[in-house]
């Protein structure tokens, strides 16, 4: 198993950017997909964005899609979301989730992952 652990949640007008980060620790995540999802209050949580194990397949919700850029460094065990020109709508908690063996048409799907971070908390402000 892995641990996940995400940072770089915070306030933000809108327009405005934000760096999440998710660290893995435990074991290589080498061989994980990573994805980010979120939940905005008394909603469901949704897909955001995803990184394939190898890096060279990504995966954007289409309401972050040119916005919202991910990133993997498996050097320092960590995937990173950029996220610009931030919106209201992009309010919520942010989950950094992975797991082994994901098949593609599986990755926007919460239950493909078995592992969570806490999650972090990401308000913008109008």
């Known amino acids: 198993q892995v641990q996940l652990v995400e940072a770089g949640g915070g306030l933000v007008q809108a327009g405005g950017s934000l760096r999440l980060s998710c660290a893995a620790s435990?074991?290589?995540?080498?061989?994980?997909?990573i994805a980010w999802f979120r939940q905005a209050a008394g909603k469901e949580r949704e897909f955001v964005a995803a990184?394939?194990?190898?890096?060279?397949?990504?995966i954007y919700a289409d309401s972050v899609k040119g916005r919202f850029a991910i990133s993997r460094d498996n050097a320092q065990q960590a995937v990173n979301l950029q996220m610009n020109s931030l919106e209201r709508d992009d309010t919520g908690v942010y989950y950094c989730?992975?797991?082994?063996?994901?098949?593609?048409?599986?990755?926007?799907?919460?239950?493909?992952?078995?592992?969570w971070g806490q999650g972090t908390q990401v308000t913008v402000a109008s």
């Open positions: 989730a992975g797991d082994t063996g994901v098949i593609l048409s599986n990755t926007r799907s919460q239950a493909a992952y078995d592992n």
């Open positions: 990184i394939r194990w190898n890096s060279r397949t990504t």
């Open positions: 435990g074991r290589t995540f080498n061989g994980y997909t």
